[in-house]
């Protein structure tokens, strides 16, 4: 007998619903934490030294065969180090089929036959800011991390290596774009994956910004190479000028993506 699909319920979604509508009444102050689950793109900022931010994301991913994966607490640990650097620690834990190309956190890319994967990971690297906008030149950073699967049915440590980009322009919107590589263990040997992808953010209030991103996996060095695009809107509201909540959900755009995903994480700083 198959085991039986996990799908969003009505209760699921007005529970999001509600926690959007608290945010809405909570008092809170203007800014932006900057946080990298916001978006599949990465924040071009970092953590200014001797701040805590921490991230958490509770992912849902339909996929094309087999289980639907899902995702928690994809927690990530950002600490600044200097102006300029910040180090970064987490710690995911991943059940379904089909890997998780939705998010920042890197795992095994999975089977396509509907096979189920179950992967505990701890990732851990740094986050360097490269330029500061200036005219026609945007902010960069460079963020460099490894993940090591804790338990899993693969247990090779995948480097991942990103470069993010992106201009502030003068009504607020903000366009970002990022290329991501990870080289990582599948069930028959070693692969690379490229992630390319860019976000249009555009701020509603001074507390409330919504998003629109491209993005897409492409993996070189499988047996079967797959494409996945998706594209993505999302929102996120500052309940307080050290919280943050948000929402992001995507469909994918080619027969071999997940058909829909969901995201929603909190961003908390210290």
């Given at each position: 007998m198959?085991a039986?699909?996990?799908?969003?319920?009505?209760a699921?979604?007005?529970?999001?619903?509600?926690?959007?509508?608290?945010?809405a009444?909570?008092?809170?102050?203007?800014?932006?934490?900057?946080?990298?689950?916001?978006?599949?793109?990465?924040?071009t900022?970092?953590?200014?030294?001797?701040?805590?931010?921490?991230?958490?994301?509770?992912?849902?991913?339909?996929?094309?065969?087999?289980?639907?994966?899902?995702?928690?607490?994809?927690?990530?640990?950002?600490?600044?180090?200097?102006?300029?650097?910040?180090?970064?620690?987490?710690?995911?834990?991943?059940?379904?089929s089909?890997?998780?190309?939705?998010?920042?956190?890197?795992?095994?890319?999975?089977?396509l036959?509907?096979s189920?994967?179950?992967?505990?990971?701890?990732?851990?690297?740094?986050?360097?800011?490269?330029?500061?906008?200036?005219?026609?030149?945007?902010?960069s950073?460079?963020?460099?991390?490894?993940?090591t699967?804790?338990?899993?049915?693969?247990f090779?440590?995948?480097?991942?290596?990103?470069?993010?980009?992106?201009?502030?322009?003068?009504?607020?919107?903000?366009l970002d774009?990022?290329?991501?590589?990870?080289?990582?263990?599948?069930?028959?040997?070693?692969?690379?994956?490229?992630?390319?992808?860019?976000?249009?953010?555009?701020?509603?209030?001074?507390?409330?910004?919504?998003?629109?991103?491209?993005?897409?996996?492409?993996?070189?060095?499988?047996?079967?190479?797959?494409?996945?695009?998706?594209?993505?809107?999302?929102?996120?509201?500052?309940?307080?000028?050290?919280?943050?909540?948000?929402?992001?959900?995507?469909?994918?755009?080619?027969n071999?993506?997940?058909?829909?995903?969901?995201?929603?994480?909190?961003?908390?700083?210290?």
């Amino acid at each position: 007998m198959p085991a039986p699909r996990l799908s969003p319920t009505p209760a699921m979604l007005g529970t999001a619903l509600a926690l959007l509508v608290a945010a809405a009444c909570a008092l809170g102050a203007d800014g932006d934490l900057g946080t990298d689950r916001d978006a599949f793109t990465p924040s071009t900022h970092t953590v200014a030294p001797g701040v805590l931010l921490h991230e958490a994301s509770y992912v849902y991913i339909d996929n094309l065969a087999g289980l639907p994966t899902n995702n928690y607490p994809e927690w990530l640990l950002r600490t600044g180090a200097t102006e300029w650097l910040e180090w970064r620690f987490g710690v995911n834990y991943g059940v379904g089929s089909q890997g998780n190309v939705v998010t920042s956190v890197e795992v095994g890319e999975g089977t396509l036959d509907g096979s189920t994967l179950y992967e505990t990971s701890i990732l851990y690297g740094l986050k360097v800011n490269v330029t500061a906008q200036d005219g026609w030149r945007p902010e960069s950073c460079f963020i460099l991390e490894a993940t090591t699967p804790a338990y899993g049915d693969v247990f090779g440590t995948s480097p991942v290596a990103t470069a993010v980009a992106g201009w502030e322009f003068k009504n607020g919107w903000r366009l970002d774009g990022a290329l991501r590589y990870a080289y990582a263990e599948g069930f028959v040997d070693w692969f690379s994956r490229w992630t390319p992808s860019a976000v249009l953010r555009i701020p509603v209030t001074d507390r409330w910004e919504v998003h629109a991103e491209w993005f897409g996996s492409y993996t070189a060095g499988l047996i079967d190479t797959t494409s996945r695009p998706f594209f993505s809107p999302g929102t996120h509201y500052m309940v307080t000028k050290n919280m943050e909540i948000g929402l992001r959900v995507g469909w994918g755009l080619t027969n071999e993506a997940a058909p829909f995903f969901s995201d929603a994480g909190i961003g908390w700083r210290w």
